[in-house]
């Protein structure tokens, strides 16, 4: 047992590479899902749920909504990972998928503030919520799955794979409000999330083929499933989850703020840009994203982890940030090991 399982990790599991494009398949729905809302609460959800306000409060409230996701993707990250500890990777990837999907097609379809009054945006609050925890449950449990049936040194690569679906939902999401920004009225905004259903079905589809993690089910096999893998690895290495949780809000902030408060802010601030001038800029912008996604992995396997998040780090805030990657080499940052 402990023979195959090494050769598995040195090697990858025979379906590697399918897995990555499965598990990229399905965070790109769910990006398209999840970011879709930002770009319909920045050009319309203001109109659509909050018209008694003044702009820049209807703005403001649109982006609560917004906001109220992002707060409940902890949430969804912390059930996911103790259920995929407990039942496995695949069963939690599927439920995600298909929670997403009846979350973002119930937006569209739900009524204005001019139809029901102030249930409309408890209802948006509502499923916004919903869209949250299945987001929360999708980013770590599709790089885990994946990263668990790569060979150990193309690991960053085969992640990055996965990882790419990230801005490949992003491009198709603004594709989509730019296509549909031209039917005026509520369909320019309900008509991308209906279009939802049809991803949802080739997604879900896709992650049924999936197999198993093979680290998990050498963990079945040998009885070693955690009774409370939540607690436990809250207990054992909490420092290391504060570290990367810190981490990913940094990062995630600022590509939440650039993906769509810049579409308000610029009508806002009064600039002359019309609305599908700065979706199609997204749009590039989602486009370059998803070649930079892919290099950046495989460079992490060239260089270290440690090291390619230094690099990152530094180009975002040049002067303030330190690390013992950075100038000088750091032998751990080039070391190799199966885990």
Not at 74 to 99: M, N, T, W, Y
Not at 103 to 120: E, K, S
Not at 158 to 187: D, E, R
């Amino acid at each position: 047992m402990a023979s195959s399982s090494s050769r598995a990790s040195v090697h990858g599991s025979p379906d590697k590479f399918r897995v990555a494009v499965g598990c990229g398949v399905g965070a790109t729905i769910e990006t398209y899902d999840f970011i879709g809302f930002g770009t319909a609460a920045a050009l319309y959800f203001g109109d659509a749920f909050f018209p008694d306000s003044d702009p820049l409060s209807a703005s403001l409230l649109s982006f609560a909504t917004l906001g109220v996701g992002f707060a409940a993707r902890p949430l969804g990250g912390l059930i996911a990972g103790h259920l995929g500890d407990r039942i496995g990777r695949k069963p939690v990837l599927v439920s995600s998928l298909l929670l997403m999907g009846i979350a973002t097609v119930l937006i569209g379809c739900l009524p204005t503030y001019q139809q029901v009054g102030v249930w409309a945006p408890v209802l948006l609050v509502a499923i916004r919520i919903v869209q949250g925890i299945a987001f929360g449950a999708e980013w770590g449990g599709a790089i885990l799955m994946t990263f668990e049936h790569a060979p150990w040194r193309r690991r960053g690569l085969y992640t990055g794979i996965t990882q790419a679906g990230f801005p490949v939902g992003l491009l198709l999401a603004n594709l989509a409000f730019l296509l549909s920004a031209g039917m005026g009225g509520t369909l320019a905004w309900r008509i991308p999330f209906l279009l939802s259903a049809v991803l949802i079905v080739v997604g879900i589809l896709i992650r049924l083929k999936i197999d198993e993690s093979p680290e998990f089910e050498d963990l079945k096999e040998s009885g070693a499933v955690a009774r409370n893998p939540l607690l436990d690895v809250l207990r054992e290495d909490w420092r290391t989850v504060l570290r990367t949780f810190c981490l990913r809000v940094v990062e995630t902030a600022g590509y939440a703020v650039s993906v769509t408060f810049m579409l308000t802010y610029l009508q806002l601030d009064g600039s002359p840009t019309s609305d599908s001038t700065s979706l199609l800029a997204l749009t590039t912008a989602a486009g370059l994203g998803i070649a930079a996604t892919t290099l950046w992995g495989h460079g992490s396997d060239v260089f270290g982890r440690r090291r390619s998040t230094c690099w990152v780090a530094r180009s975002r805030w040049p002067g303030a940030f330190r690390c013992s990657c950075w100038p000088a080499p750091a032998p751990r940052c080039w070391s190799w090991s199966p885990s």
